[in-house]
């Protein structure tokens, strides 16, 4: 991945960084953002945590809101995660946003060098390439999808549900990462 030359790789080039959003549905051409989280990590199987980045909670409009899914006004409203109500005390701008989540990214890693990681990635990376493209440009093209190995292993394990918040969300990715690279890959345990 890293493009480096005689050998000397920075060893930032080798860190994930995991994104989770939370939106007013999944079709990025009408939904928007909520909320959305960073955390950085190291690439090995350790995943040990470089940063916690920040977790913005993004102002819309009562017009946006009110055409939320039913799924997502159920998840984020006041009886569950009240994500909503903090949407509409937010005064952070998406653009706001993105800058913010830019310049902590671009103080931890380097230009298109490091994936994006995370539960279903692909669809958060939708959003963002939407909503906050040059976050996007940062980023290496690739996904560490958590999601593949959730889909290939969820009748064997026991996972804990997720709570509709991005940091939350973000940081039980990562857990369940760990997991799978402890019971899948046991032997990469042994040097971290």
């Known amino acids: ?8 790789i920075d060893p930032r080039s ?35 945590i470089v940063a916690k980045g920040p977790n913005l909670i993004i102002h819309q409009s009562e017009k946006v809101l009110d055409k939320m899914d039913e799924w ?28 913010q989540l830019l310049q902590f990214v671009k103080c931890h890693v380097p230009e298109q060098t490091c994936p994006l990681a995370g539960n ?15 976050l996007v ?11 593949s190995f959730k889909e290939m292993c969820r009748y064997s394990l026991n996972l ?3 709570c ?5 969300d973000i940081e039980g990715s990562r857990e369940e990462m760990l997991h799978y690279i402890k019971h899948l890959f046991p032997n990469t345990n042994d040097s971290f």
């Open 1 to 8: 991945m890293p493009n480096q030359t005689n050998d000397k």
């Open 72 to 99: 997502s006004a159920i998840k984020h409203g006041e009886v569950n995660s009240g994500l909503t109500e903090e949407v509409r005390k937010s005064t952070l701008t998406v653009d706001e946003a993105e800058e």
């Open 137 to 147: 440009d940062h980023l290496h093209h690739r996904n560490v999808d958590v999601s």
């Open 164 to 168: 509709f918040r991005a940091m939350d």
């Open 120 to 134: 279903t990635c692909s669809q958060d990376r939708a959003f963002l390439k939407k909503y906050m493209p040059r």
């Open 160 to 162: 804990k549900n997720i």
């Open 14 to 48: 080798l860190r994930l960084v995991w994104i989770d959003c939370e939106m007013t549905g999944l079709d990025v051409n009408t939904k928007h953002l909520l909320e959305v989280a960073c955390i950085i990590t190291e690439g090995d199987p350790s995943l040990k």
